[in-house]
C-alpha cells in the first residue's frame, strides 16, 4: 500500500520501479533505468514500514507500506534536492540541457522549491573542455555518479570515478588527467546519462536554446543578476520561465528515431537536429539492442552527412572528365546503356551489387531490378566478403544463416568463447555485455585471436593459435569433449543427426595434432574443454578472424559442431553469434541481394520459389544462381561481365586485390556507381549517381540479431540527392518495369507477402523503437531466439557436418611475416565517413602497422619508423607501431585507409571454395626500412590507447557515506 | 577501358529537375506564396522586418545592453522593489485588500464631509478606539510601522 492506494510489483523491482511502473513518480535523480541503484542522491527517499529508506535500491515486497508523499517524507526529499542544488548554479533559461528531460530541474519543479537553502557554491577546478566531442563542468556536476556507473560498468571502460577524498569531490579521468589524456574512448555513455548540464556533447554548446549562444561575459551577467533578485523573486517564476522557453525548445528541435549505420549491432537513438545541423546523438533506455550504449562513431561520427565533400549532382564521364549532369540525362543514359548491353551481351553480363548499408527495401529493389528487368541473377552485397562463410556453416548445421539468439543471451551466458573477433573495437556496444557481464557477473570468457586486444586482456583463458588454424584447436577440444563422454548424449540422440559420421571425422584431431597445428599447448586445451564443460550455457561469437580464410566457412562449421556436440543451441544464453560487420549485412542478404536466393534464403533453384515471384512480377525468372560480388571480377576478366551497377559500396577498396580489381573496374563496358562521395570505385564509373545518406530517408535494417528496425527521415535529403530506392525505380521505371511504389513500407509488403521468414512484418509493428525479429509468423509474433523447439531442416533436427583441416597460406623465405588486418574503434573501414569527423580524426589520423617489440628489435624498427610491406599481389607504404598487442612475426594493419596505403593493395585472390569469400587474413608479406627522418607515433599522445584506465565497481557511493560532511536521511 | 578521374570538373548545366521542381512548387501554391509576399511587403514598408534582422543581426549587442541596463544599481533597486511589492501583493489575500481599499476609497470620498465634523480630540478618538474595526485597522498600521525599523534592531 502506498498512501492508502494499492501498487503491484513485479517479482525483483525495488519500490522506486513497482511505482513508476504504476505510474506514480517519486523524485529520483540519480536513479536511471540502465543503470540501477547508484544511491547518491537521496531524492527517491520513501518510509517503507516505518524505516526511511531509498526507493531505488530498496526490494518491493508484498504487504508492505510505503509512504512516498506526506509532508514529512517530501521534507526529507526537499533537503536531499537542496543539497545537490550546493552543487549546481542554476541557470535553466540559458542552460543548453533545459529541453524538458533534466532531471534536476524537473525534481526542482516537483518538488517546489522555491528558495535555496544552501546557496550554490563554485568548486575550485576548472572546465574541462579538452577532448573533441563533449565537455566536463565541475560546477554543474551534482556528483550523481551516473556518469561513473555507466563508464565502469555498463561500458566497462573504467575511466570514470569520483574522487570523494577532496573537501570538494568531482569526477576524474584515470588518475586524474584531462579528458584527452585519458583512456577515454569517447563513447559517449557518460554525456548520454548525465542528468544535468556537467557533461554535454560540444555540438550542443550554445545551440539547444533561444538564448543559450549569446556570447558567455553578457550571460554569466544575466546569471548574476537573476542571482541577486531571486531573494525576492524566489526560485518559482524563473522556473517558470525557464518552463516556457524549455516547450518552446520542442518547436525548435527535431528529435528523430534512427538506427547507426557502423556495424551490425543495430543501436537505434534519437537523434536531435536544428535543421541540418546534428544537436547530439541521444540514446534512450528503449533501444531494443544497446539502451543508452553507443560507440564513439554512433555517438559523434555523424559530420560526412553534412560533408562538402558530397555529390550533389550526377556525374557522366566525357572525354576522360566528370561532367554535372541533371537527373533525367544521367537516369536516362544509365537506363540506355544497360538496355544496350542486355540486347548485345544478355542479362547475365550485368552484376549488380547492392548496398550493405542501404535499406533492406533497397536490397530488396535491386535484386527485383536484377531479376525481373534483367533477367539476371547476378546479384550480391558485400556479405560475400566477410559473413558468408558464417552464413555457410550455419545453413550446413542449424538452417537459418543467422545469429541463434539476441545480445541479450551473449549476456546471460555462463561461458562466451569469442574468436577472431575484436568485439570491443568491431562491435563495441556488443562488447560492453560481454565485458559487463564478465566484470559483475562471473561470466567466463574464452578469447582465440593472434592478437592481443582488449578482450584477449580481458579473458579468462586467452589462447593464440597459429594463424588460419582455429579448425584444429575448435575439433580438437570437441573430440576431447566427446572422449571425455562429456557430450550432451540426449540433446544429441533427439535433436541432431550424423552424429557417428561425425564423430569419425574428428579422428585425427587429437590434442598432439592441434599443438602442433596450431601452437596451443595441450594443457590449455584441455583447460578450454573443461571450462566449457563446467558451464551450463556457452554462446560462441566469432568473426573476420575466422570467416576471411580459405576455410571460413569450415571453421565457422566447426563451431556450429562444438556448439551441438554440447547442446548448446535452443535454450536461452546459448547459441552460435556471427557478428554481423555492416549495419544491414545481414538484411541485404535476407532481402535477396544474393546470387543464389530469392528474398527470405529462398533458393533460386526452386521451382516452386520462382513461380511464386514470377507470378507476383509477372516475369520468367532465371534458375541457376549467377555470378557473386567477388567472382564477377573473374568474370570481368574473362569477358563474362560487362557491365556493374554499384550501390553504395566501396569494391575498390574493400575487395580483395584491388590492383585486381582496378584493373577489371577498367575492362567494364560500361559502370554506374551510387554513392554519397566521389569513392575511388566511383573514379571508374561512367555515370555517378548522387545517393542519400540514412539519415536523409526511410526504411528498414536487419542487426545481428536478425532484429528488423526502421529508420526516419531525420533531415530533407540533401539537394541534388535522392534515395537509393527512388533511384533504382528510377531506372527500372525507364526499361518497362512499371513499379510504383510512394513509400518503402510499400516495398516491404511486398518482400513480406513473398517471403514466409517475413509474412509477419509490417512498418506498425516496427513503429519508433519497437521491432520484429524473423522469422516472423504471419500473426506478427517474432523470434528473438532460434530453435527451441526444432531445427530449420525438414525433419527439424540439426546436422552434424564432418570437416577436413586445409592448411592456409604459409610463410617462405621471400614474405616471412604474416599481416592481419582490421578495424579500430574510431573508423568504419577505408574511413570515407569517419575522416569527415574532425574529432575521430585527431584521435585517428591514419593507418599504421603494428610491429611487435622482438621483431622490432631485430630489424632496428621503432615507432615512427616508415616501411614498405610487400606482399606476391601489391606494396603500401606505412607507419610503424610497436606494440605488445602483436607478437613474433605477425603484423596487423587497421584497414582505415585508402589510396595507396589501403590495405588490399597487398591481399590476393585467394578465396573460401564454399562461400567464396577472400581470404584477406592470409597475407604473406616483407618489409622493408625506408630512408628517412622518424616521424611521430602513428597514433596521438591522446589515443586512449596510450592511457591506463582505473578500473572500479560502481561509483562507490559508500566512501561519500563515509565521509564527515554526509548527513544521513535515512534510518535503515 | 575506363581510367581513373579523380575530380570533378563543373560544367554549367541546367539543374532542370531542381529547377521544374521549384516550379511545380510555385504554381500548386500560388495563392498562399502570394499572400506572405504581400505580408512580407506590409513588414517591410513599417520596418518590422529591418527592425527584426537589426535584432537578430546584432543579438549579442542587444542582449548585452539589456543586461547592462538592468544591472544598474538605481534598476536593480527597481526590480527588487517591484518584486518585494509582487512578494506583497501575492501573499496578501484579495479580499482583505479589496475591503481594504473600498474602505480606504470611501473614506477619501467623504474627506470633506470628515472636516465638517471639527478638530479629532481625545475623548473622540478613545470613543473611535472602541469600533473593533478601527482597533484592528491600527494594529495592522503600528505592526507595518515597526516593520520598517525591526531589521536593523534585530540584527
Redesign the interface.
Known amino acids: 500500500m502506498a498512501n492508502g492506494r494499492e501498487i503491484t510489483a513485479l517479482e525483483g523491482q525495488t519500490v522506486l520501479q513497482a511505482f513508476l511502473s504504476n505510474g506514480i513518480d517519486i523524485p529520483h535523480i540519480c536513479y536511471q533505468p540502465n543503470l540501477g541503484p547508484i544511491k547518491t542522491c537521496d531524492t527517491c527517499l520513501v518510509d517503507v514500514n516505518g524505516k526511511i529508506v531509498r526507493s531505488c535500491s530498496t526490494q518491493a515486497e508484498s504487504g508492505s507500506s510505503v509512504d512516498y508523499q506526506s509532508p514529512r517524507i517530501r521534507s526529507l526529499q526537499v533537503e536531499a534536492t537542496q543539497r545537490i542544488l550546493h552543487n549546481h548554479d542554476l541557470y535553466c533559461t540559458v542552460c543548453d540541457n533545459n529541453n524538458g528531460d533534466c532531471a534536476l530541474h524537473n525534481t526542482v519543479h516537483d518538488l517546489d522549491i522555491s528558495v535555496q537553502k544552501y546557496p550554490f557554491e563554485p568548486k575550485p577546478y576548472p572546465v574541462d573542455d579538452t577532448n573533441p566531442f563533449y565537455v566536463y563542468d565541475p560546477n554543474q556536476c551534482i556528483l550523481c555518479g551516473r556518469c561513473v556507473e555507466a563508464c565502469q560498468d555498463v561500458q566497462v571502460n573504467e575511466t570514470l570515478s569520483i574522487d570523494w577524498s577532496r573537501d570538494r569531490p568531482r569526477v576524474i579521468w584515470d588518475n586524474d588527467v584531462p579528458i584527452n589524456d585519458s583512456s577515454c574512448v569517447s563513447c559517449g555513455h557518460c554525456v548520454t546519462v548525465c542528468p544535468v548540464n556537467a557533461l554535454m556533447e560540444k555540438t550542443m554548446i550554445g545551440r539547444a536554446g533561444f538564448l543559450t549562444g549569446i556570447e558567455k561575459r553578457t550571460k554569466d551577467r544575466m546569471i548574476d543578476a537573476v542571482k541577486a533578485v531571486e531573494p525576492e523573486l524566489t526560485m518559482s517564476p524563473v522556473m517558470a520561465i525557464s518552463n516556457v522557453e524549455s516547450r518552446l525548445r520542442k518547436s525548435r528541435i527535431k528529435k528523430t528515431k534512427t538506427v547507426c549505420t557502423y556495424c551490425g549491432v543495430g543501436c537505434s537513438f534519437e537523434m536531435w537536429t536544428v535543421g541540418r545541423e546534428i544537436l547530439k546523438v541521444q540514446p534512450v533506455p528503449e533501444s531494443p539492442a544497446n539502451g543508452i550504449s553507443t560507440c564513439i562513431k554512433g555517438k559523434f561520427g555523424w559530420d560526412f552527412v553534412n560533408s562538402g565533400e558530397r555529390l550533389t549532382s550526377p556525374l557522366i564521364r566525357e572525354e576522360g572528365r566528370f561532367r554535372k549532369a541533371s537527373w533525367n540525362e544521367a537516369l536516362d543514359l544509365v537506363a540506355e546503356k544497360l538496355r544496350l548491353i542486355k540486347e548485345k551481351y544478355g542479362g547475365d553480363s550485368i552484376e549488380f551489387i547492392a548496398s550493405s548499408k542501404g535499406t533492406n527495401e533497397e536490397a530488396f529493389l535491386v535484386q527485383k531490378m536484377a531479376r525481373q528487368v534483367f533477367g539476371t541473377n547476378n546479384v550480391d552485397n558485400s556479405s560475400r566478403f566477410c559473413q558468408a562463410p558464417a552464413t555457410t556453416g550455419l545453413w550446413r548445421t542449424v538452417g537459418y544463416g543467422g545469429d541463434a539468439g539476441s545480445i541479450m543471451d551473449i549476456y546471460n551466458a555462463d561461458l562466451v568463447i569469442a574468436v577472431g573477433t575484436n568485439t570491443a573495437e568491431s562491435h563495441p556496444v556488443l562488447a560492453t555485455r560481454v565485458k559487463r557481464a564478465h566484470k559483475l557477473d562471473g561470466q567466463k570468457l574464452i578469447v582465440s585471436d593472434i592478437r592481443k586486444h582488449e578482450m584477449a586482456r580481458r579473458a579468462d583463458i586467452f589462447i593464440h593459435p597459429n594463424p588460419g588454424t582455429d579448425l584444429v584447436w575448435l575439433s580438437a577440444v570437441t573430440k576431447y569433449i566427446i572422449d571425455q563422454g562429456w557430450e550432451d548424449e540426449d540433446f544429441i540422440a533427439s535433436r541432431v543427426n550424423g552424429f557417428s559420421e561425425y564423430r569419425k571425422s574428428l579422428e585425427t584431431f587429437t590434442l598432439d595434432f592441434a599443438q602442433e597445428i596450431t601452437g596451443i599447448p595441450k594443457e590449455t586445451l584441455v583447460k578450454v574443454a573443461e571450462t566449457i564443460h563446467q558451464s551450463r550455457n556457452m554462446v560462441i561469437l566469432w568473426a573476420m578472424g575466422v570467416t576471411q580464410h580459405q576455410m571460413g566457412s569450415d571453421t565457422s562449421t566447426a563451431i556450429s559442431n562444438l556448439l551441438l556436440v554440447t547442446g548448446n543451441y535452443g535454450r536461452r544464453g546459448t547459441g552460435a553469434y556471427p557478428l554481423r560487420g555492416h549495419n544491414n549485412v545481414q538484411g541485404a542478404s535476407d532481402f535477396g541481394a544474393m546470387n543464389a536466393y530469392l528474398p527470405g534464403y529462398q533458393p533460386v533453384t526452386d521451382a516452386e520459389v520462382r513461380r511464386r515471384f514470377e507470378k507476383a512480377w509477372g516475369c520468367k525468372l532465371p534458375d541457376k544462381p549467377g555470378f557473386d560480388n567477388n567472382t564477377c571480377l573473374e568474370g570481368v576478366k574473362d569477358g563474362k561481365i560487362k557491365a556493374m551497377y554499384v550501390i553504395g559500396e566501396e569494391l575498390l577498396e574493400t575487395g580483395s586485390d584491388s590492383n585486381f580489381i582496378q584493373e577489371q573496374l577498367e575492362n567494364l563496358e560500361f559502370l554506374v556507381v551510387e554513392d554519397l562521395f566521389l569513392s575511388e570505385t566511383a573514379k571508374f564509373a561512367d555515370v555517378v549517381l548522387p545517393a542519400s545518406a540514412s539519415l536523409e530517408k526511410e526504411g528498414t535494417f536487419v542487426n545481428t540479431e536478425r532484429r528488423i528496425q526502421r529508420i526516419y527521415r531525420v533531415m530533407e535529403p540533401l539537394q541534388g540527392t535522392k534515395p537509393d530506392w527512388e533511384i533504382i525505380q528510377d531506372v527500372a521505371n525507364r526499361l518497362g518495369a512499371g513499379w510504383n511504389y510512394s513509400h518503402p513500407s510499400e516495398i516491404m509488403d511486398e518482400a513480406a507477402s513473398l517471403s514466409p521468414i517475413f509474412a509477419g512484418v509490417r512498418y506498425e509493428k516496427l513503429e519508433g523503437f519497437n521491432s520484429q525479429q524473423w522469422p516472423v509468423n504471419p500473426d506478427g509474433t517474432d523470434s528473438p531466439f532460434l530453435y527451441e523447439k526444432e531445427f530449420h531442416f525438414p525433419d527439424g533436427k540439426a546436422r552434424f557436418y564432418p570437416l577436413k583441416y586445409t592448411p592456409p597460406l604459409s610463410l617462405n623465405q621471400e614474405f616471412d611475416l604474416h599481416l592481419n588486418n582490421g578495424r579500430l574503434m574510431e573508423h568504419f573501414h577505408e574511413g570515407n565517413e569517419t575522416y569527415k569527423s574532425p574529432g575521430i580524426r585527431e584521435k585517428v589520423p591514419g593507418t599504421f602497422l603494428e610491429v611487435s617489440p622482438e621483431l622490432a628489435k631485430e630489424r632496428g624498427l621503432e615507432t615512427g619508423d616508415k616501411v614498405r610491406v610487400i606482399s606476391k599481389w601489391g606494396s603500401v607504404k606505412v607507419t610503424v607501431l610497436v606494440s605488445d598487442r602483436v607478437t613474433g612475426r605477425e603484423l596487423y594493419m587497421p584497414m582505415n585507409s585508402s589510396g595507396e596505403s589501403a590495405i588490399n593493395r597487398l591481399t590476393s585472390r585467394y578465396m573460401d571454395p564454399a562461400a567464396h569469400t577472400p581470404a584477406y587474413k592470409e597475407l604473406p608479406v616483407r618489409i622493408e626500412k625506408l630512408p628517412g627522418k622518424r616521424g611521430e607515433s602513428p597514433l596521438p599522445r591522446t589515443n586512449p590507447r596510450n592511457a591506463t584506465p582505473k578500473p572500479q565497481v560502481g561509483v562507490q557511493v559508500e566512501k561519500k557515506w563515509a565521509r564527515k560532511d554526509y548527513e544521513k536521511l535515512t534510518t535503515e | 577501358?575506363?581510367?581513373?578521374?579523380?575530380?570533378?570538373?563543373?560544367?554549367d548545366?541546367?539543374?532542370?529537375?531542381?529547377t521544374s521542381q521549384i516550379v511545380d512548387l510555385l504554381a500548386t501554391h500560388a495563392g498562399d506564396i502570394g499572400s506572405i509576399l504581400e505580408l512580407i511587403a506590409v513588414a517591410r514598408k513599417s520596418g518590422i522586418i529591418d527592425f527584426l534582422e537589426a535584432l537578430l543581426e546584432r543579438?549579442?549587442d542587444a542582449?548585452?545592453v539589456i543586461?547592462?541596463e538592468?544591472?544598474k544599481e538605481q534598476n536593480?533597486r527597481f526590480?527588487?522593489n517591484i518584486?518585494?511589492i509582487?512578494?506583497l501583493l501575492s501573499r496578501v489575500n484579495p479580499d482583505i485588500l479589496r475591503a481594504f481599499m473600498e474602505n480606504a476609497a470611501h473614506s477619501i470620498e467623504k474627506s470633506e464631509e470628515f472636516r465638517k465634523e471639527g478638530s479629532l480630540g481625545l475623548l473622540k478618538i478613545n470613543s473611535q478606539l472602541k469600533d473593533p474595526d478601527v482597533s484592528a485597522g491600527l494594529r495592522v498600521l503600528i505592526s507595518l510601522a515597526k516593520g520598517f525599523t525591526r531589521r536593523e534592531k534585530d540584527q
Open positions: 577501358m575506363a581510367k581513373m578521374i579523380d575530380g570533378i570538373e563543373t560544367v548545366e541546367e539543374e532542370m529537375d531542381s543579438k549579442g542582449t548585452e543586461v547592462e538592468a544591472t536593480m526590480i527588487r518584486l518585494t509582487y512578494t
